[in-house]
Protein backbone atom coordinates (compact mmCIF):
# COMPACT_ATOMS: atom_id res chain seq x y z
CA UNK A 1 0.00 0.00 0.00
CA UNK A 2 1.40 3.59 -0.67
CA UNK A 3 2.65 5.20 2.00
CA UNK A 4 0.02 8.03 1.13
CA UNK A 5 -2.59 5.88 2.05
CA UNK A 6 -4.25 5.04 5.40
CA UNK A 7 -5.38 1.61 6.58
CA UNK A 8 -9.38 2.41 7.96
CA UNK A 9 -10.30 3.11 10.99
CA UNK A 10 -12.58 0.46 12.14
CA UNK A 11 -16.62 0.91 13.21
CA UNK A 12 -14.97 0.60 17.38
CA UNK A 13 -12.64 3.15 16.47
CA UNK A 14 -15.58 5.58 15.24
CA UNK A 15 -18.10 4.79 17.50
CA UNK A 16 -15.31 5.72 20.35
CA UNK A 17 -14.78 8.71 19.18
CA UNK A 18 -18.78 9.61 18.96
CA UNK A 19 -18.73 8.69 22.41
CA UNK A 20 -16.21 11.35 23.54
CA UNK A 21 -18.33 14.11 21.04
CA UNK A 22 -21.31 12.93 22.59
CA UNK A 23 -19.49 13.51 26.22
CA UNK A 24 -17.92 17.20 24.67
CA UNK A 25 -21.92 18.04 23.37
CA UNK A 26 -23.31 16.96 26.89
CA UNK A 27 -20.68 19.37 28.52
CA UNK A 28 -21.15 22.34 26.01
CA UNK A 29 -24.88 21.92 27.11
CA UNK A 30 -24.46 22.23 30.69
CA UNK A 31 -22.86 25.02 29.92
CA UNK A 32 -26.31 26.88 28.31
CA UNK A 33 -25.20 25.91 24.79
CA UNK A 34 -28.30 24.92 22.84
CA UNK A 35 -28.00 22.35 19.76
CA UNK A 36 -29.46 23.65 16.56
CA UNK A 37 -28.50 20.60 14.26
CA UNK A 38 -25.21 18.84 12.46
CA UNK A 39 -22.83 19.80 10.25
CA UNK A 40 -21.48 16.56 8.16
CA UNK A 41 -17.94 16.43 6.90
CA UNK A 42 -15.35 14.10 4.74
CA UNK A 43 -17.90 14.43 2.26
CA UNK A 44 -15.53 14.38 -0.58
CA UNK A 45 -14.55 10.82 -1.21
CA UNK A 46 -11.99 11.68 -2.87
CA UNK A 47 -9.91 12.09 0.13
CA UNK A 48 -11.08 8.85 2.37
CA UNK A 49 -8.26 6.72 1.13
CA UNK A 50 -5.70 9.24 2.43
CA UNK A 51 -7.92 9.85 5.73
CA UNK A 52 -8.58 6.33 6.44
CA UNK A 53 -12.46 7.41 6.10
CA UNK A 54 -14.78 5.07 4.56
CA UNK A 55 -17.83 7.50 5.41
CA UNK A 56 -18.63 10.92 6.03
CA UNK A 57 -18.82 11.93 9.36
CA UNK A 58 -20.86 14.47 11.88
CA UNK A 59 -20.45 16.84 14.70
CA UNK A 60 -23.10 18.97 16.69
CA UNK A 61 -23.77 23.02 15.86
CA UNK A 62 -24.99 25.12 18.23
CA UNK A 63 -26.61 28.70 18.63
CA UNK A 64 -23.54 30.42 19.82
CA UNK A 65 -22.03 28.79 16.62
CA UNK A 66 -24.51 29.46 13.78
CA UNK A 67 -25.06 33.12 12.61
CA UNK A 68 -27.79 33.83 10.23
CA UNK A 69 -26.37 37.16 7.95
CA UNK A 70 -28.81 39.92 7.02
CA UNK A 71 -28.67 39.42 3.36
CA UNK A 72 -25.63 37.65 3.21
CA UNK A 73 -23.36 40.55 3.43
CA UNK A 74 -21.55 41.90 6.73
CA UNK A 75 -18.76 41.16 9.30
CA UNK A 76 -17.64 38.02 11.22
CA UNK A 77 -14.75 38.00 14.02
CA UNK A 78 -12.80 34.90 13.66
CA UNK A 79 -11.89 35.16 17.29
CA UNK A 80 -11.34 32.28 19.62
CA UNK A 81 -11.56 30.02 16.24
CA UNK A 82 -8.23 28.12 15.59
CA UNK A 83 -6.57 27.73 12.30
CA UNK A 84 -10.13 28.78 10.77
CA UNK A 85 -10.67 27.51 7.27
CA UNK A 86 -13.86 28.33 4.82
CA UNK A 87 -16.13 26.20 3.36
CA UNK A 88 -19.18 26.69 0.95
CA UNK A 89 -22.10 24.79 1.73
CA UNK A 90 -25.34 24.39 1.30
CA UNK A 91 -27.96 24.62 4.16
CA UNK A 92 -30.65 22.85 4.53
CA UNK A 93 -33.59 23.63 7.54
CA UNK A 94 -36.03 20.65 8.33
CA UNK A 95 -39.74 21.43 9.09
CA UNK A 96 -40.06 17.73 10.01
CA UNK A 97 -38.42 14.59 10.38
CA UNK A 98 -37.66 12.36 6.95
CA UNK A 99 -38.49 8.88 7.86
CA UNK A 100 -35.25 6.55 8.21
CA UNK A 101 -35.77 5.03 4.96
CA UNK A 102 -36.70 8.15 2.95
CA UNK A 103 -35.60 9.01 -0.38
CA UNK A 104 -33.75 12.30 -1.45
CA UNK A 105 -37.25 13.53 -2.85
CA UNK A 106 -38.63 12.52 0.49
CA UNK A 107 -36.16 13.81 2.78
CA UNK A 108 -36.35 17.27 0.14
CA UNK A 109 -40.04 17.25 1.48
CA UNK A 110 -38.81 17.74 4.58
CA UNK A 111 -37.49 20.60 4.11
CA UNK A 112 -38.57 24.03 4.48
CA UNK A 113 -35.90 26.29 3.28
CA UNK A 114 -32.43 26.54 1.63
CA UNK A 115 -29.36 28.61 1.86
CA UNK A 116 -25.90 28.97 1.45
CA UNK A 117 -23.31 28.88 4.09
CA UNK A 118 -19.99 29.28 5.11
CA UNK A 119 -18.66 26.08 7.84
CA UNK A 120 -15.45 27.55 9.51
CA UNK A 121 -13.76 24.54 10.40
CA UNK A 122 -10.77 24.61 13.04
CA UNK A 123 -7.19 23.53 12.87
CA UNK A 124 -5.33 21.50 15.80
CA UNK A 125 -3.13 23.85 17.61
CA UNK A 126 0.10 21.74 16.23
CA UNK A 127 -1.28 22.10 12.59
CA UNK A 128 -1.35 18.27 12.02
CA UNK A 129 -3.90 16.95 10.02
CA UNK A 130 -6.43 15.20 12.47
CA UNK A 131 -7.19 11.38 11.88
CA UNK A 132 -10.86 10.47 11.03
CA UNK A 133 -11.22 9.85 15.11
CA UNK A 134 -9.68 12.97 16.30
CA UNK A 135 -11.91 15.16 14.01
CA UNK A 136 -14.97 13.09 15.16
CA UNK A 137 -13.96 13.43 18.79
CA UNK A 138 -13.87 17.24 18.55
CA UNK A 139 -17.14 17.94 17.18
CA UNK A 140 -16.10 17.73 13.54
CA UNK A 141 -13.97 20.50 13.97
CA UNK A 142 -17.13 22.38 13.64
CA UNK A 143 -16.19 26.14 14.50
CA UNK A 144 -19.00 28.14 13.24
CA UNK A 145 -21.71 28.50 10.10
CA UNK A 146 -22.47 31.42 8.76
CA UNK A 147 -25.77 31.80 6.96
CA UNK A 148 -26.95 33.37 3.98
CA UNK A 149 -30.13 34.81 3.06
CA UNK A 150 -32.90 31.79 3.30
CA UNK A 151 -35.01 30.72 -0.03
CA UNK A 152 -38.22 28.63 0.74
CA UNK A 153 -37.90 25.32 -0.88
CA UNK A 154 -40.94 26.31 -2.69
CA UNK A 155 -39.44 29.65 -4.35
CA UNK A 156 -36.70 27.45 -5.91
CA UNK A 157 -38.62 26.34 -8.90
CA UNK A 158 -39.05 22.13 -9.92
CA UNK A 159 -36.59 19.50 -10.46
CA UNK A 160 -34.56 20.57 -7.24
CA UNK A 161 -33.31 17.36 -6.24
CA UNK A 162 -31.25 17.04 -9.24
CA UNK A 163 -30.37 20.84 -9.48
CA UNK A 164 -28.72 20.20 -6.37
CA UNK A 165 -26.24 18.02 -7.42
CA UNK A 166 -25.67 20.50 -10.61
CA UNK A 167 -25.44 23.34 -8.83
CA UNK A 168 -21.85 25.49 -9.10
CA UNK A 169 -20.19 27.83 -6.82
CA UNK A 170 -17.39 30.40 -7.30
CA UNK A 171 -15.55 30.74 -3.84
CA UNK A 172 -13.48 34.38 -3.69
CA UNK A 173 -10.86 35.99 -1.40
CA UNK A 174 -10.42 39.41 -2.19
CA UNK A 175 -11.65 39.01 -5.42
CA UNK A 176 -9.40 36.41 -7.00
CA UNK A 177 -11.16 32.96 -7.58
CA UNK A 178 -10.16 30.83 -5.47
CA UNK A 179 -11.77 27.44 -6.45
CA UNK A 180 -14.82 26.29 -8.08
CA UNK A 181 -17.22 23.69 -6.89
CA UNK A 182 -20.44 21.98 -7.29
CA UNK A 183 -23.08 20.20 -5.55
CA UNK A 184 -21.64 16.57 -7.05
CA UNK A 185 -18.60 16.87 -5.05
CA UNK A 186 -21.02 16.15 -1.64
CA UNK A 187 -21.66 12.71 -2.12
CA UNK A 188 -22.79 13.24 -5.65
CA UNK A 189 -25.51 15.31 -3.93
CA UNK A 190 -25.81 17.31 -0.76
CA UNK A 191 -28.70 15.15 0.01
CA UNK A 192 -26.72 12.43 0.17
CA UNK A 193 -25.40 13.84 2.93
CA UNK A 194 -28.42 13.91 4.84
CA UNK A 195 -29.13 9.95 4.17
CA UNK A 196 -25.28 9.25 5.34
CA UNK A 197 -26.35 11.25 8.16
CA UNK A 198 -29.30 9.89 9.49
CA UNK A 199 -28.00 6.62 8.98
CA UNK A 200 -25.00 7.40 10.99
CA UNK A 201 -26.65 8.85 14.10
CA UNK A 202 -29.14 5.89 14.11
CA UNK A 203 -26.34 3.63 14.45
CA UNK A 204 -24.37 5.39 17.63
CA UNK A 205 -27.70 6.40 19.22
CA UNK A 206 -27.94 10.35 18.54
CA UNK A 207 -31.09 12.10 18.12
CA UNK A 208 -32.12 12.09 14.93
CA UNK A 209 -32.62 15.41 12.30
CA UNK A 210 -36.52 16.86 13.21
CA UNK A 211 -38.13 19.45 13.44
CA UNK A 212 -36.03 22.82 13.54
CA UNK A 213 -32.96 21.06 12.88
CA UNK A 214 -30.34 22.60 10.62
CA UNK A 215 -27.77 20.60 8.18
CA UNK A 216 -25.06 21.92 6.55
CA UNK A 217 -24.49 18.88 4.48
CA UNK A 218 -20.54 19.48 3.44
CA UNK A 219 -18.11 21.93 1.17
CA UNK A 220 -18.41 22.14 -2.22
CA UNK A 221 -14.91 23.12 -2.91
CA UNK A 222 -11.64 22.51 -1.00
CA UNK A 223 -11.06 24.24 2.08
CA UNK A 224 -9.02 27.38 2.79
CA UNK A 225 -7.21 28.96 5.64
CA UNK A 226 -9.05 32.35 6.68
CA UNK A 227 -7.82 35.29 8.48
CA UNK A 228 -8.71 38.99 9.88
CA UNK A 229 -8.89 41.67 6.86
CA UNK A 230 -9.98 39.19 4.40
CA UNK A 231 -13.18 39.45 2.45
CA UNK A 232 -14.61 36.17 0.95
CA UNK A 233 -17.31 35.45 -1.76
CA UNK A 234 -19.40 33.51 -3.48
CA UNK A 235 -20.97 33.44 -6.64
CA UNK A 236 -23.10 30.67 -7.48
CA UNK A 237 -25.01 29.16 -10.46
CA UNK A 238 -28.33 26.79 -11.35
CA UNK A 239 -30.28 28.03 -7.70
CA UNK A 240 -31.24 31.48 -7.10
CA UNK A 241 -30.02 31.41 -3.25
CA UNK A 242 -28.35 34.77 -2.59
CA UNK A 243 -24.82 34.51 -2.26
CA UNK A 244 -22.62 35.57 0.82
CA UNK A 245 -19.91 38.50 0.92
CA UNK A 246 -18.43 38.54 4.38
CA UNK A 247 -15.47 40.47 5.99
CA UNK A 248 -13.78 38.56 8.69
CA UNK A 249 -12.59 40.19 11.45
Known sequence: MSSSLREPFT???LSS????AAEREAQRISQGASTTGYKVGFTNTRNWAQMGATEPMWGAMYDDTVTHLAGGTGHYS??????PRIEPEIVLHFHKAPAPDAS???ILECV?????????VLTPADGVPPTVPQAIANGGMHGALVIAER????DLGPGLTNRLAEVKVELRCDGETKDSGSGANVLGNPLNAVVHLMRGLQREGWPPVGPGSLVTTGTLTAAF???PGQRWTTEL????????DVMFE
Open 151 to 154: RAVE
Open 237 to 244: SGLPLPNL
Open 112 to 120: DWLAQGYEI
Open 11 to 13: LSE
Open 78 to 83: LAGLMG
Open 225 to 227: PIA
Open 17 to 20: AYRT
Open 104 to 106: LEQ
